[in-house]
């Protein structure tokens, strides 16, 4: 079991708690991401830097993702991609996709985009906070139990 994470739009909070997660469970985590980032020494924490452009880091994401991997992302179509090929995704606010949730969650994202292109104003996501965190820290710790 390995962790992919989305590394572009992740934020900073959500890295840290992963960073510990990989020397505290020796579990390894691979940032993908299309700039430079410090990571903290570890053998446990990898990263992979790939070039600009859309969907470029999500496609090395799907490439090398396998059954039973976690995906960090907030890319709802990348989630899905990743369930495909038997793995999972979690939001950094803690939402987990899997088979059973991921299409009609996607749905609901390509209905609101729809929405959005036709001029209604949707809102946007609540911000991120202590509550998210908390929840994206649980459905992790979750996660790795169950794989242990």
């Not at 036709?118 to 906070?129: A, H, Q």
């Amino acid at each position: 079991m390995k962790i992919w994470v989305d590394a572009d739009a992740c934020p900073k909070e959500v890295k840290d708690i992963l960073f510990r997660v990989a020397d505290r469970t020796k579990t390894d985590v691979t940032l993908v991401t299309n700039q430079r980032l410090r990571l903290p020494e570890s053998v446990f924490i990898s990263l992979i830097q790939v070039e600009q452009g859309p969907d470029i880091a999500d496609d090395e994401i799907v490439k090398r993702c396998k059954a039973g991997d976690l995906i960090i992302t907030a890319d709802i179509p990348l989630a899905a991609r990743a369930v495909e090929k038997c793995a999972l995704a979690l939001d950094p606010r803690g939402t987990m996709y899997d088979k059973n949730n991921v299409k009609q969650i996607l749905s609901m994202r390509d209905f609101m985009d729809s929405m959005r292109g036709s001029g209604i104003e949707t809102g946007g996501p609540d911000s991120f906070g202590q509550r998210e965190r908390l929840k994206f820290a649980n459905e992790l710790d979750r996660f790795i139990a169950c794989r242990r």
